[in-house]
């Protein structure tokens, strides 16, 4: 029973609880027991609240007693990424110099998810300023995968990932401008989603109180099974106070009810982006099992747009965003080196560089290249319900912390560029699409690989469906070796 509560999926355990089969104080007393016990070697949950947590479960169950259960995650104790702001811990996004940021009160993510009825363990890790596809920082320390742990559990959210994965924690938090919900999934073999950009609020998820909600940038849940992603996904997103004035979020349901009715692009490979072999079949045995429960599947649908532009305007508008932070001596700096280049020199770094000092007029411009993107992903979600994709180029890659630079990615025994598989998740992020990533099972080497499934804007409990429909033909979730027993 102890082993099988860990990897319970939310709605279960809130069902136990809320039948009195469990109480709360017990299910909390578990998963503290349980990171005790198995975190170490992980390092996932790096802010520990035990006793608030406890408290706030005694609390729960007098409330349940009392008839008052507060929600779909009544008595349920989560963890959620160190960036959430949550009253009486801190809030470093990794960054040394925000050591001791500590939180007065709980911002708005915390807060819903508190009305839903849940509480906070603790608080998971990240990389230094939320910029990295590993999880490490000066203040926290590394964080491992929880299925190897030399390899990373990605980033920015690895910690969120790797505590779902482990067990830690039933549901997740997380924030997303880069593929930072989904890859850490994928490298954990959990489920993620990235919210359709605006529908979920930022505030809340900051160093600095009053930060404006960042361009391309979402929060969003992680879990194990799809259908807490849905539950949580809908604690999660609506307007602000302010916003709540004049407008209410009424995301549609799936729209089918049959996996048939669906229409299915697949989207293996791309010559600037490639994928293992393994990983591409991995994104072909999940258009199978659409193929298998009866939908209209193309592996040569495409939106009408040119990849290599697209992804240009990816690392224009992420790089904006990165840099914005950025002390004026530094940008005068990279406005030295932008001064050398080429203007033909058309790769990464120099687009990222070239990003770093744009001015708002070539911001603009990149915004009107944008919509023209977003108007080829209309036209295509007109014929097509939903896009498969990769959404790494690899399974985990090891720990590599040298300069960015330095590093590579080796797919199939060619190193590649180390942010080159960030074009699967931009072309999401670019045009504000939902994507759920969902996984697919251990790699050959024993390491999940997980596949997105992307959606047009606002459908995101059609892509969330699709991962469950799937899920549960190829299998979903399965526990890390080392965990499961």
Request: with cysteine; glycine share 8%.
């Amino acid at each position: 029973m102890t082993l099988d509560l860990a990897f319970r999926s939310a709605t279960e355990l809130a069902e136990l609880v809320r039948g009195g089969e469990i109480s709360s104080v017990e299910l909390t007393r578990h998963f503290i027991e349980r990171i005790e016990r198995l975190d170490g070697d992980i390092n996932a949950v790096v802010v520990r609240t035990f006793d608030r947590a406890l408290a706030d479960a005694a609390a729960a169950d007098a409330a349940l007693a009392r008839g008052d259960a507060t929600g779909p995650l009544h008595g349920l104790p989560l963890t959620i990424k160190e960036s959430y702001v949550m009253e009486g811990t801190p809030a470093t996004w990794g960054i040394e110099a925000q050591r001791d940021n500590v939180a007065a009160a709980d911002g708005v993510v915390v807060s819903r998810f508190r009305s839903a009825g849940a509480h906070f363990l603790g608080k998971t890790n990240v990389p230094v300023d939320l910029a990295d596809v590993q999880s490490y920082n000066p203040i926290y320390g590394t964080s491992n995968n929880p299925w190897n742990l030399e390899r990373t559990p990605g980033g920015s959210s690895g910690g969120s990932a790797a505590s779902v994965a482990a067990g830690f924690t039933t549901v997740e938090a997380g924030s997303d401008i880069g593929g930072s919900i989904r890859t850490p999934a994928h490298f954990c073999g959990v489920f993620g989603h990235k919210p359709t950009w605006g529908i979920v609020p930022m505030a809340g998820h900051e160093i600095v109180a009053g930060v404006p909600d960042p361009d391309l940038s979402v929060c969003g849940p992680l879990a194990r099974d799809a259908g807490d992603l849905a539950v949580a996904l809908d604690v999660m997103a609506g307007p602000t106070e302010r916003e709540a004035t004049g407008w209410r979020l009424d995301l549609p349901g799936p729209g089918f009810d049959s996996v048939a009715d669906l229409r299915v692009a697949v989207w293996s490979n791309e010559d600037i982006a490639p994928v293992s072999a393994e990983t591409a079949e991995r994104v072909h045995r999940v258009a199978e099992a659409f193929a298998k429960l009866g939908a209209k599947v193309s592996d040569t649908a495409r939106p009408d747009f040119d990849v290599r532009k697209a992804h240009v305007v990816f690392q224009n508008l992420v790089t904006a965003v990165m840099s914005s932070g950025q002390p004026a001596s530094r940008i005068e700096k990279i406005r030295e080196r932008v001064a050398t280049l080429d203007p033909e020199d058309m790769s990464a770094d120099a687009v990222a560089a070239r990003a770093s000092v744009m001015s708002h007029r070539e911001w603009i411009r990149h915004d009107f290249r944008r919509e023209r993107l977003r108007r080829a992903w209309d036209a295509f979600f007109r014929e097509w319900d939903v896009l498969v994709c990769p959404q790494f180029a690899v399974p985990a890659i090891p720990h590599d912390h040298r300069p960015l630079a330095e590093r590579t990615t080796l797919v199939d025994g060619e190193a590649r560029p180390y942010m080159e598989s960030s074009f699967w998740s931009g072309i999401v992020i670019a045009s504000y699409l939902p994507s759920t990533c969902l996984p697919t099972g251990p790699s050959g080497d024993g390491l999940p690989i997980g596949v997105q499934i992307v959606g047009a804007p606002y459908r995101d409990h059609t892509t969330i469906e699709c991962a469950r429909r799937v899920a549960e033909e190829i299998g979903g979730f399965v526990p890390p070796p080392a965990l499961a027993s």
